[in-house]
Every structure is written in structure tokens, then in C-alpha cells.
């Protein structure tokens, strides 16, 4: 009788574990062994599972492949339906519609090119941008979009358009020209026209006079992602509670702030590397995927039986090394 794999207790997935920069390899570089530890320990007991190898240009980060995968979701580029399964969980009406995320946000006017800085910079109070949702709600209803508040930087949004118009996610573009990620061709040609109109719009909106008059960064655009639509019935599969997805190493990988960076390596190392080691050393089957800007590696405690050969294959190597492969 063929013998049911054992589904993971706990998957830890981490963002931006490597990054395409050579400051992220010579801070890496540079990091003590210890800052790896519980990681480095855990990679002995486990076994290789996967690699999702991508493209550092796609619309998808892979860490957003990986979480979509083990949620039992579509995984077409730029078209993972993360709104669409907020709504669900959420327990809001028409959640197997086509919706996207739209975030109201700052871009920073360079001479070149305009650069989308972090939102959560922004301090947008939930009456400022109720405000702002209700001034847009017009011009997103021309293309059969309707908008609904969420938080203050973050609304959802409902539409048939939206059900095949893939977006760049936002961890592909905070801190980055804008520029390559707008949505492209035909498809993506109502939504530039309609980004467009809100920059017209919140130029001039009051809002953004009050927020400058207090030294506040003006909410200037807004950001689309997350769009697609749930297959009709869709529902999480049993193991999805197992997934955590930390963004720790997330805002000082998108600042460039690689001194903030080795310090949040350090933390994960010590909570949730402890975490899932703890759970291993006690006989739970865990998941770690590391997740660069293009590649996924994935790994799984292993059977008894292969131990002793893994540990030789990760005992002689640094964990850097493996995260060179992202």
C-alpha cells in the first residue's frame, strides 16, 4: 500500500531572502555564520523539494508563486488572484468576480523617471482616504470598476476587466521606476488611460493641498496589482493554514537598507528559524522556501533514513551559498 506523504505542519516562505544587488551579496558576505544558525541547522535535516526559477522581470514575484502554489491558486504571470481571495476570506459579496488591488500611492518625480515610494510612508488617515475612494469612484466606473475601501492605502477593486489584466505586484516596484511594471498592450491600455486621469485628478484634489500644507508626501497615483479571478467553488486547501509568509526582510530590501537588512536576517534567524527547528527536532514534517527575485528554492524535513546523507550535503556548505542560488 503506497504510503500518504505527511502534509507540512508549519512552510515558512521568505521574501527576498536574495536580492539582485552587489551590496546584498557583500553584506550577506559579510554576516557571521551565527546570523544563519537555526537556519543552516535546519537545511541538514531536510531535503530538496522544488525550484520555481523565473524571471527577475516577471510580474510575479516568486515568493507570490510559492505562497499562490501551496494555496491552490492560479499561477499565470501577474495574474494571481489575491484580491480576489482577500474578498473571499474576508467574507465579502461577489468573491468569485474578477477584482485587483488598488493602492493609492506617492511617485516620486525623478528627472527620468517617476519612482513608487513605499506607502506606508505615506500616514494616510482612513477619512483622507475615504475621501479620496469616492472622488475616484467615478472615473474606475466608466470602465465597470466599482471600489471598495479596505484600509487607508489599501482598496479593492471589481470589475470583468480586471479578470484578465495581469499586474506587477507591488514588492516588484516599490522604490523602482514605475516605468516597466504599467500594465502593457492592448489589454493594459484602459488602465494606463485611467491612471492618467487620477495623477489629473489628485493634482489638483484638496486633500493633497492639506498634505502639503502640513509637510506631507501628496498622494499623487495609485498602484493596480493583484488582479484575477477564483475558479467558481474555490476553496483553500486543508494545509494553507500552514503557511506563513514573514515580510521582515521585505522594507529594508526595497530601501536598500543593508544594515536594517542583516538585522532582520538576524531576527528570522532567531524566531522563526528557531521556530521550525524546534518543530523538526521534535518529528514535524516543515517546509522552507527561500525566495529570491527570481528564484524559489524549496526544501522539507526529510525521512530518517536520508539524514545523515543531507547533512553531508549541507554541513559543507555555507547557507550563503545556497542563497547565491536565488
Not at 256 to 273: F, H, I, K
Amino acid at each position: 500500500m503506497p504510503v500518504t506523504p505527511t502534509p507540512p505542519r508549519q512552510h515558512l516562505v521568505l521574501p527576498f531572502a536574495a536580492c539582485l544587488t552587489e551590496d546584498w551579496d557583500v553584506t550577506v558576505r559579510a554576516m557571521p555564520p551565527a546570523a544563519f544558525s537555526n537556519f543552516a541547522r535546519l537545511l541538514q535535516g531536510m531535503k530538496p523539494m522544488s525550484t520555481d526559477c523565473g524571471d527577475p522581470l516577471s510580474l510575479s514575484p516568486p515568493h507570490e508563486r510559492v505562497a499562490a502554489q501551496a494555496l491552490g491558486l492560479a499561477t499565470a504571470d501577474g495574474l494571481i488572484p489575491w484580491a480576489a481571495l482577500e474578498r473571499l476570506q474576508t467574507g465579502g459579496g461577489g468573491a468569485h468576480q474578477a477584482w485587483a488591488a488598488i493602492t493609492p500611492c506617492h511617485w516620486a518625480m525623478g528627472r527620468e523617471h517617476a519612482t513608487l515610494t513605499d506607502p506606508a510612508f505615506l500616514g494616510l488617515q482612513e477619512d483622507e482616504s475615504r475621501e479620496l475612494l469616492a472622488a475616484m469612484q467615478p472615473y474606475f466606473a466608466t470602465h465597470g470598476i466599482t471600489l471598495h475601501y479596505a484600509a487607508p492605502t489599501h482598496w479593492l477593486a471589481e470589475g470583468e476587466v480586471l479578470r484578465t489584466l495581469p499586474t506587477a505586484s507591488l514588492d516588484r516596484v516599490l522604490g523602482r521606476n514605475v516605468d516597466p511594471w504599467l500594465p502593457a498592450g492592448v489589454a493594459g491600455r484602459a488602465t494606463r488611460l485611467l491612471q492618467n486621469e487620477m495623477q489629473m485628478l489628485l493634482y489638483t484634489h484638496p486633500i493633497n493641498d492639506g498634505r502639503s500644507s502640513r509637510g506631507l508626501p501628496t498622494v499623487n497615483s495609485v498602484w493596480i496589482s493583484a488582479s484575477g479571478a477564483l475558479p467558481e467553488g474555490f476553496a483553500p486547501p486543508p494545509v494553507a493554514s500552514a503557511l506563513t509568509v514573514p515580510r521582515t526582510l521585505v522594507q529594508p530590501a526595497m530601501a536598500g537598507d543593508w544594515a536594517a537588512y542583516a538585522q532582520a536576517w538576524a531576527a528570522l534567524n532567531a524566531s522563526e528559524g528557531a521556530r521550525l527547528l524546534a518543530l523538526q527536532q521534535r518529528g514535524e514534517t516543515v517546509r522552507l522556501s527561500l525566495c529570491g527575485e527570481s528564484t524559489a528554492l524549496s526544501y522539507e524535513s526529510a525521512p530518517t533514513g536520508l539524514l545523515t546523507r543531507l547533512s553531508n550535503l549541507f554541513g559543507q556548505r555555507p547557507f550563503t551559498d545556497v542563497l547565491g542560488q536565488l
